[in-house]
């Protein structure tokens, strides 16, 4: 582990009663952000920042399968205090390494439980642990959020199955931007979830580190007040096929605990991130810093990059004598075509094999050619599967085909975060890295650290992406696509698939399967290639319409999907993001607007010394009619230079700025 240094200063005190409420105070390590905690007849949490108030008391517990509740009449046995200041290295992430600076109160209570409270400069959390012997059952955990004022809020909602306690959810959801108190009743939200605290700051909820335990939903606070409360799935008592093309594996009912799990442990993170501007959430590390470090060793054979996708074009080429589709001919294609512009993989979706049988492969294809046609032009093949068909042969699957040659999967229809599908979201990456295989975790809840432990996962889903313009035309994208990089991409990367070159204005959109379109402009679906994090990035359209607009597909090969450096330059919540990326000399720069046109200006001051040549992708001047109007030039810059860009409706702008040879 690379460190800058590493500060460990611990106090233990056995502590007096302090009347009939104890309260301790954590501060951030430059003093901006006070959390508090306070223990009587119950234990409840608190933060300031500065002098705005975040969070105000909020009770959390755990309740156990006997009854006993960790946090009623709770006796303060021993705290510890301690501050650490140090740096770990990322190699599959926004930026190399991460800056882990934060302190810190350990709180063990009388009956073999306690609290991890964090301080950072950035945002607070806190944790239960127990250590008590044998497995535990956890029946409910109490955990709120409340504010102080009726604040505007991001909400993103879920279909809410609860009347049946079935809790399954694509986990993709526009924001409903509305106030904490018009949460609608009795139904769920999923993290992140942000707040406006006015006068500029924002929080967000977000849990991490989530293991052999449920993930948390939020709905309407329970305690009178303008909050939020946790709610969690119970652990799956019946489950069967169902869903769409029977493909997830559906609970039909539920136990009355919500997690059986070993007495001694850590739970999960219950975090928020403060932020002074919204620029600073596109930035943000607190997920990975909260997270356990990885348990792959050798990691130098997991390969992040682009991927060459089938299914959102719905195998759509042209100008071939042979028939397009699940076959041979059809990948050999999009191998030709990954090779010819340098992307590293090609996925082959839904219908190479029997969906519930993945050593039945379809008559059509022939895996071990295209293996072998794909090494030999430096392609990697990955293989799409639900989570149902490859859990039922993990081993024998994994072991098969990583021997064939195959590079990775792609994990689709999980949709469930209760404690039996997390726990298999860690099998899998751990069984899929002992195969040397990398994984895509598509129909999946948000990430929530996992990526950090197990690197060769390279993508979550868990957004609204690209995919939903083929069935959903009155969705609004720009605002969306200009507002998960603030919300969303706090918990980790994101497949939302981009890449569309047939790009509509809004009026002129309309779904399409096998000639999908996108909303916005082409230098939009350009910027989102640096804006969104994936390390695993889709190409989502059709080798023929790539291959019709080259410029673009050239400009786009060379976007890496990690980076060394971020730098948040600009950006509002559902109006407008920039930032920049560098890859060793290299900077990549990308802009994304709403449905309203604006002027954005880039101040190049984050270049080093020296001159610079960049390539620039920004809207035509006719783009506000035909989306896929873009001009391209290239230019001298310097660190001393401003540039600026007229971003149409659905707009954007992308740079590649190397240095001047």
């Known amino acids: ?21 104890q309260t301790f105070h954590l501060k951030s390590p430059n003093g901006k952000i006070d959390m508090a905690l306070e223990n009587g007849a119950k234990i409840s949490w608190s933060v300031k920042h500065e002098n705005t108030a975040v969070i105000v008391p909020s009770v959390i517990s755990l309740t156990l399968g006997n009854g006993l509740v960790l946090g009623n009449n709770a006796k303060i046995t021993e705290t510890k205090k301690s501050s ?40 607070v ?15 409910a955990e109490e955990a709120n959020f409340n504010f102080d004022k009726d604040h505007k809020a991001f909400i993103p909602y879920v279909r809410d199955l609860r009347e049946n306690n079935l809790y399954i959810s694509a986990f993709e959801s526009t924001y409903d931007e509305i106030p904490l108190s018009k949460f609608v009743k009795d139904s769920l939200a999923i993290s992140p979830l942000l707040v406006d605290l006015e006068n500029g700051k924002k929080a967000a909820i977000v849990e991490a580190e989530l293991v052999d335990y449920p ?31 029977k493909m997830n594996y559906m609970v039909t009912d539920r136990e009355s605990y919500i997690a ?19 620029k600073d959430l596109l930035n943000n590390d607190m997920v990975q810093k909260l997270s356990a470090p990885s348990q792959i060793a050798d990691a130098s054979w997991i390969k992040p990059g682009k991927v060459a996708w089938d299914w959102w074009n719905d195998w759509n080429i042209s100008g071939v004598d042979f028939k397009a589709g699940i076959n041979t001919d059809t990948y050999k294609y999009y191998i030709d075509f990954a090779a010819k512009n340098h992307i590293e993989y090609v996925v082959l979706d839904e219908g190479w094999s029997e969906e ?6 379809s008559p059509n294809i022939n895996i071990k050619e295209l293996i072998s046609y794909g090494k030999q032009r430096n392609v990697g093949i990955m293989l799409w599967a639900s989570w149902y068909a490859i859990n039922q042969m993990l081993d024998e699957a994994f072991s098969q085909y990583s021997k064939m040659g195959i590079k990775g999967f792609k994990i689709d229809f999980i949709d469930r975060d209760d404690q039996k599908m997390v726990s298999s979201i860690y099998n899998m990456a751990k069984k899929a890295a002992s195969y040397k295989l990398l994984v895509d975790y598509h129909g999946m809840y948000k990430p929530t ?50 890449g569309a070159m047939r790009n509509a204005t809004r009026g002129d959109f309309r779904p399409s399967n096998s000639m999908p379109m996108s909303q916005g402009t082409r230098s939009h679906q350009l910027a989102m290639y640096v804006v969104y994090e994936a390390p695993l990035q889709m190409m989502a359209d059709s080798p023929t319409a790539y291959m019709k607009e080259q410029e673009s597909t050239s400009f786009i090969s060379k976007i890496p999907t990690t980076f060394d450096e971020t730098v948040a330059l600009d950006g ?6 920039a930032l920049a990326r560098k890859k060793e000399d290299t900077w990549y720069v990308g802009g994304l607007t709403n449905w309203s046109a604006r002027t954005a200006t880039v101040d190049l001051s984050f270049l080093g010394k020296g001159k610079y040549v960049a390539e620039i992708f920004r809207d035509g001047v006719n783009a506000d009619k035909d989306a896929t109007d873009y001009k391209r030039e290239i230019i001298k810059v310097t660190s001393a230079d401003k540039l600026t860009f007229n971003m149409a409706n659905g707009g954007g702008f992308a740079i590649i700025i190397n240095p001047e040879k």
């Open 125 to 139: 959390a806190y944790r239960f642990f127990t250590k008590k012997k044998g497995e535990i059952t956890i029946e």
């Open 1 to 21: 582990m690379n460190k800058f240094f590493l500060r460990v200063i611990i106090f233990t005190a056995l502590l007096p009663a302090l009347g009939n409420a």
């Open 356 to 361: 519930t049988d993945l050593l039945k492969i």
């Open 449 to 498: 650290g996992v990526q950090r432990t197990y690197p060769n996962i390279l993508n979550f889903e868990g957004v609204k992406g690209l995919e939903n313009a083929k069935w959903t035309p009155k969705d609004d994208m720009p605002h969306y696509e200009t507002s998960i990089p603030f919300i969303r991409m706090l918990a980790g990367p994101m497949d939302y698939t981009p």
């Open 260 to 278: 059986k799990t070993n007495g001694s442990r850590n739970f999960p993170w219950r975090a928020v991130i403060i932020s002074e501007s919204d």
């Open 572 to 577: 509002k919540v559902g109006e407008y993001v």
């Open 215 to 245: 993930g948390m939903f939020l709905t309407k606070g329970k305690q009178g007040l303008h909050g939020l409360s946790g709610m969690f799935a119970h652990y799956p008592k019946a489950e069967r096929l169902g869903g769409f093309n």
């Open 84 to 123: 650490v200041n140090t740096v770990f290295n990322t190699p599959v992430y926004k930026k190399k390494t991460v800056v882990d600076e934060y302190n810190q109160l350990t709180i063990n209570f009388k009956g073999d439980f306690g609290l991890i409270l964090r301080a950072y400069n950035d945002g």
